[in-house]
């Protein structure tokens, strides 16, 4: 996704933007704690190296208030689970608590499923 100026909400004492990252870091924490979701999974292997916040890698923002945020995560799932059923309701939970916390619309969630393992219990 290309990168893009924050998006902002006009009020009428003003506005307030909202960094691309802010979402990333709402996105990383919802896909924590979501069912299914054994952790978050780099685009690339650079980005595993450049990326301090773990709750940030593998999540993409970019578009704007106008046009709604656009949100790709990478994600490992735990084995033995239905791969659609988790992305689906990823999707739906990310979409519910960016647009709930920001107040910004979300035009798209792409939920990408890099791999698949049994979690550590």
């Known amino acids: ?27 990383g924490r919802v896909a924590a704690e979501a069912y299914g979701v054994v952790g978050m999974a780099p685009r690339n292997p650079r980005e595993r190296l450049l990326t301090r916040d773990r709750l940030r890698q593998g999540i993409s923002v970019g578009g ?31 979409q519910y608590e960016v647009e709930r916390l920001t107040g910004l619309p979300v035009a798209e969630v792409e939920v990408r499923i890099q791999d698949v393992k049994r979690s550590s219990a």
């Open 64 to 94: 704007s208030a106008e046009d709604g945020v656009t949100i790709e995560l990478s994600v490992v799932v735990e084995y033995g689970l239905n791969l659609g059923e988790v992305a689906s309701t990823l999707r739906n939970r990310v």
């Open 1 to 27: 996704m290309e990168a893009a100026r924050a998006p902002s909400l006009s009020s009428p004492l003003g506005r307030i933007s909202i960094s691309h990252e802010a979402v990333a870091h709402i996105v």
